[in-house]
């Protein structure tokens, strides 16, 4: 099995910083795109940013210039530096992994996260 747990959240203030992990754990052959969603209550789950295997990043519109995904291959890490954090930014975030299996032959699976809360505050 995979599992992916995400640390990092907290209540910040408007204008503040926080740096999301996620580590990815148990048996597999590799990770291709990694990605953080974002979920508010009465609404449907958003993709935040995502990263390829060979780095190559995605922003939703609303984060660009504020946020950072970025990945260490070796620790199965994925993270998420955010910047000058807005309260509309106030969410459960998700983490999300499409892992590559050897099941017994080679398939990819998408795995997530449990969530972390990030509120900020005006």
């Known amino acids: 099995q995979v599992q992916l747990v995400e640390t990092g959240g907290g209540l910040v203030q408007a204008g503040e910083s926080l740096r999301l992990s996620c580590v990815a754990s148990g048996s597999f052959f590799s990770i291709n795109t990694m990605a953080w969603y974002r979920q508010t209550p009465g609404k449907q789950r958003e993709v935040v940013a995502q990263v390829s295997s060979g780095d190559t990043t995605n922003y939703a519109d609303s984060v660009k210039d504020r946020f950072t995904i970025s990945r260490d291959n070796a620790k199965n890490t994925v993270y998420l530096q955010m910047n000058s954090l807005k309260p509309e930014d106030t969410a459960v975030y998700f983490c999300?992994?499409?892992?590559?299996?050897?099941?017994?032959?080679?398939?990819?699976?998408?795995?997530w996260g449990q969530g972390t809360q990030v509120t900020v505050s005006s």
């Open positions: 999300n992994a499409d892992v590559v299996r050897m099941t017994p032959s080679k398939a990819t699976f998408r795995y």
